[in-house]
T-cell receptor, first 110, second 117 residues
Framework: GIQVEQSPPDLILQEGANSTLRCNFSDSVNNLQWFHQNPWGQLINLFYIPSGTKQNGRLSATTVATERYSLLYISSSQTTDSGVYFCAGIRGGSNYKLTFGKGTLLTVNP | ETGVTQTPRHLVMGMTNKKSLKCEQHLGHNAMYWYKQSAKKPLELMFVYSLEERVENNSVPSRFSPECPNSSHLFLHLHTLQPEDSALYLC????????????????FGPGTRLLVL
C-alpha cells in the first residue's frame, strides 16, 4: 500500500492566523480527500481533490498529482477549526483502500 | 435522517460477550466501509462492501464478522474481543462506478466508541 505523511504533526495558532498543512504520498493516487475530525470523533469531509485547486470559504486545497503532494490552507483561523486534520488517498488501479495519514492536530487559541 | 448513522454510539463489553454494530446510510450509495481508529494510530480500513459483495478484507481477525444485507445497511458482529480491540469504529459509504475501485468521496458516520474490558 501507499505511505501517507502529514506535516506538521501539531500546530498551535492564535485566532486569525493562517496556516498550511501538507500531505505527501509515496505513490500516485486517484482518490485524495481531506477530512476534519471534531472532538467527538466525527470525520467531516472537507475536499475531494485528486488534482487541482478547490476553495470552500476560508479553506482551500491544492493537489499537485505529478509531485504526489497536497496542501490544505486555512485562513483567518477560528477556535472552531481546532481538531485533527487528515488526508487520505487511494493508489491508482483497482483499489478501495483509502489510506490515512496520522493527522495534524490543530489548536486555535482565542 | 440524512447521511450515515451508526448505533450504538458507545459500547462497553466483556471479552466473552457478543455484540453487533450497525451502520445505515441514507445517501443511496452502493459501497460501504468499516474503519478502525485506535489511539495514536491512523485510521485503518477493515472491510469494504461494493454492491453488497465483500471486496476488501484487510487482514482482520475472525472475531470481527461483517454483514451487508443490502446496500443501505452494514453490520459488524463482534465476539470474544480483546482489550486491544477497544477503539472508535467508523462506517463510511460512497457511490462508486463499475471500475472496481473507489474514486469518489467517502462519507463517514459518527462512529461507535467501543471499550472491551
Amino acid at each position: 500500500g501507499i505511505q501517507v505523511e502529514q506535516s506538521p504533526p501539531d500546530l498551535i495558532l492564535q485566532e486569525g492566523a493562517n496556516s498550511t498543512l501538507r500531505c505527501n504520498f509515496s505513490d500516485s493516487v486517484n482518490n485524495l480527500q481531506w477530512f476534519h475530525q471534531n472532538p467527538w470523533g466525527q470525520l467531516i469531509n472537507l475536499f475531494y481533490i485528486p488534482s487541482g485547486t478547490k476553495q470552500n470559504g476560508r479553506l482551500s486545497a491544492t493537489t499537485v498529482a505529478t509531485e504526489r503532494y497536497s496542501l490544505l490552507y486555512i485562513s483567518s483561523s477560528q477556535t472552531t477549526d481546532s481538531g485533527v486534520y487528515f488526508c487520505a488517498g487511494i493508489r491508482g488501479g483497482s483499489n478501495y483502500k483509502l489510506t490515512f495519514g496520522k493527522g495534524t492536530l490543530l489548536t486555535v487559541n482565542p | 435522517e440524512t447521511g450515515v448513522t451508526q448505533t450504538p454510539r458507545h459500547l462497553v463489553m466483556g471479552m466473552t460477550n457478543k455484540k453487533s454494530l450497525k451502520c445505515e446510510q441514507h445517501l443511496g450509495h452502493n459501497a460501504m466501509y468499516w474503519y478502525k481508529q485506535s489511539a495514536k494510530k491512523p485510521l485503518e480500513l477493515m472491510f469494504v462492501y461494493s454492491l453488497e459483495e465483500r471486496v476488501e478484507n484487510n487482514s482482520v481477525p475472525s472475531r470481527f464478522s461483517p454483514e451487508c444485507p443490502n446496500s443501505s445497511h452494514l453490520f459488524l458482529h463482534l465476539h470474544t474481543l480483546q482489550p486491544e480491540d477497544s477503539a472508535l469504529y467508523l462506517c463510511a459509504s460512497s457511490q462508486e462506478g463499475l471500475a472496481g475501485a473507489s474514486r469518489e468521496t467517502q462519507y463517514f458516520g459518527p462512529g461507535t466508541r467501543l471499550l472491551v474490558l
